[in-house]
């Protein structure tokens, strides 16, 4: 519903215009639930997993604060849940997630920016593949599969591994 030069106004933009893909997710909140504000666990896993499996795979980019149709969304849900109501508090509480639900700690690995857009703020989380198989909460593999994150257990993880991936 916008102009093409509002989504050539910013590289941002212009990632966001192209659509969700392999190496790019949109969240629209970390943590909270887009109806109420209030904390939902849901939510905050389907984060941790895309994030596992960018670190699993080919690393990618997500994207919080934008919707899965593109729509810039902000991070002031996710700023009201954070101990400082800000950009520094969500950046804390994102790398205490990396720290305690991520083995092995995927330290150097995922670079957390923040955007100032027209429409809202947008968190920006790089993520480069790790050498190994990151785990998430110790025990679950995630892999990007096309554009969604896909948990691999039992015969397909072994053959994943055994075909020298997370090296």
């Known amino acids: 519903s916008r ?8 590289p941002i933009l212009q990632l966001i215009a192209q659509g969700e893909g392999p190496n790019l997710e949109f969240k629209e909140t970390l943590e909270a639930d887009v109806r109420t ?5 849901g939510v905050l896993a389907s984060a941790l997993k895309t994030i596992a499996a960018f670190l699993n795979t080919e690393g990618g980019m997500l994207l919080i604060g934008v ?3 593109g729509e810039i969304k902000g991070l ?15 950046e804390q509480k994102l790398r205490s ?3 305690d639900r991520f083995k092995p700690d995927p330290l150097g690995k995922v670079a957390i920016t923040f955007l100032h857009l ?17 785990y998430l909460d110790g ?14 257990e039992g ?7 055994r075909a020298g991936n997370g090296k």
Do not use: M
């Open 155 to 161: 015969p397909v993880l072994v053959k994943w591994i």
């Open 97 to 99: 997630l990396l720290r």
């Open 139 to 152: 025990k679950d593999v995630y892999v990007r599969d096309g554009n969604t994150s896909r948990k691999l």
């Open 37 to 41: 504000g209030e904390k939902y666990p």
């Open 67 to 69: 919707s899965d149709s």
């Open 76 to 90: 002031e849900k996710d700023f009201r849940l954070c101990s400082k109501h800000d950009a520094d508090g969500l």
């Open 118 to 134: 027209p429409d809202g703020e947008v968190c920006r989380l790089d993520v480069e593949a790790n050498q190994n198989v990151v």
């Open 3 to 10: 102009p093409p030069s509002y989504w050539k106004s910013h």
